[in-house]
């Protein structure tokens, strides 16, 4: 006979396979337990979830760690006015900015991204067959139309796109500030580079992609996620978007 416990349990392991398959598998068990408080209301232990999970065969893919090459530097390089200060009081206060690469089917796009450190949301992206400074001029470009750009600190490693003379002018253009790593120090831009982990951890290692289109859609669709319903510990377990919403309201 089942008791009363192992139909409680039977019915939070369907939840948890529901929650597992809602966020693509992206939540370990202490998001899944935010999840579930949220979603169904439901305060349960985290070794609980954890056992749950355990017993599912289910966790959360892994990130791989990115190995850092130094990059050289030319034309101009901006102070690093940042100083790994993370934290931002307002939206718009500070933007990091970088570019990845995306491996797919024997073939490679490049991502450029701006990430808002008050919430960690992605403010505009671009994606391109060339890593040159068009893509990053256009993703600014992006950025601007969006957003209220002023007194926005914009970070940046020191790849030659972010040192050309048309970057400068053009955040000159709109005002915003200007802020650079210190050469080949990879964490004094952490914070973006914490996404690219998530993102191909979560997205580019777990699929096959076989054409250019199929990427860039799967991009968007998780940048959409990521931002509007991938919920965040140190945004009290809301998303990037949830929390500027609530915050700002």
Same mark, same amino acid.
């Not at 416990?5 to 597992?20: A, D, T, W």
């Not at 598998?25 to 169904?40: E, F, N, Q």
């Not at 973006?192 to 199929?214: C, D, I, P, Q």
């Given at each position: 006979?089942?008791?009363?416990?192992?139909?409680?349990?039977?019915?939070?392991?369907?939840?948890?396979?529901?929650?597992?398959?809602?966020?693509?598998?992206?939540?370990? !068990?202490? &998001?899944?337990?935010?999840?579930?408080? &949220?979603?169904?209301?439901?305060?349960?232990?985290?070794?609980?979830?954890? &056992?749950? $999970?355990?017993?599912?065969?289910?966790?959360?893919? %892994?990130?791989?760690?990115?190995?850092?090459?130094?990059?050289?530097?030319? +034309?101009?390089?901006?102070?690093?006015?940042?100083?790994?200060?993370?934290?931002?009081?307002?939206?718009?206060?500070?933007? %990091?900015?970088?570019?990845?690469?995306? @491996?797919?089917?024997?073939?490679?796009?490049?991502?450029?991204?701006? !990430?808002? =450190?008050?919430? +960690?949301?992605?403010? %505009? !992206?671009?994606?391109?067959?060339?890593?040159?400074?068009?893509?990053? @001029?256009?993703?600014?470009?992006?950025?601007?139309?969006?957003?209220?750009?002023?007194?926005?600190?914009?970070?940046?490693?020191?790849?030659?796109?972010?040192? #050309?003379?048309?970057?400068?002018?053009?955040?000159?253009?709109?005002?915003?500030?200007?802020?650079?790593?210190?050469?080949?120090?990879? @964490?004094?831009?952490?914070?973006?580079?914490?996404?690219?982990?998530?993102?191909? #951890?979560?997205? $580019?290692?777990?699929?096959?992609?076989?054409?250019?289109?199929?990427? =860039?859609?799967?991009? %968007?669709?998780?940048?959409?996620?990521?931002?509007?319903?991938?919920?965040? &510990?140190?945004?009290?377990?809301? #998303?990037?978007?949830?929390?500027?919403?609530?915050?700002?309201?």
């Amino acid at each position: 006979m089942i008791t009363s416990k192992q139909k409680e349990e039977r019915q939070l392991k369907k939840l948890i396979l529901q929650c597992h398959k809602a966020v693509r598998g992206t939540y370990g !068990y202490y &998001r899944v337990r935010a999840w579930l408080r &949220r979603k169904h209301n439901l305060k349960i232990n985290h070794k609980r979830v954890y &056992r749950l $999970m355990k017993e599912l065969g289910i966790q959360c893919v %892994a990130r791989k760690k990115k190995r850092w090459f130094g990059k050289k530097s030319e +034309n101009y390089t901006a102070p690093n006015s940042l100083n790994r200060n993370f934290k931002a009081s307002r939206p718009n206060e500070k933007w %990091a900015t970088d570019i990845t690469y995306l @491996l797919f089917n024997g073939q490679r796009l490049f991502l450029s991204v701006i !990430y808002d =450190m008050f919430n +960690n949301e992605i403010v %505009a !992206y671009r994606i391109g067959e060339r890593n040159d400074l068009k893509l990053v @001029l256009d993703t600014v470009k992006l950025a601007n139309k969006k957003r209220d750009v002023t007194d926005t600190l914009l970070h940046s490693d020191q790849g030659f796109q972010y040192t #050309s003379h048309q970057y400068n002018k053009l955040l000159q253009t709109y005002n915003i500030a200007q802020s650079m790593s210190r050469k080949g120090n990879c @964490l004094d831009n952490a914070c973006v580079e914490n996404f690219f982990g998530h993102l191909k #951890s979560e997205l $580019m290692y777990l699929n096959k992609f076989r054409t250019k289109a199929e990427v =860039m859609n799967a991009v %968007a669709s998780y940048i959409r996620f990521y931002n509007q319903q991938r919920i965040q &510990r140190k945004l009290n377990d809301l #998303s990037p978007v949830e929390y500027r919403t609530q915050v700002c309201a």
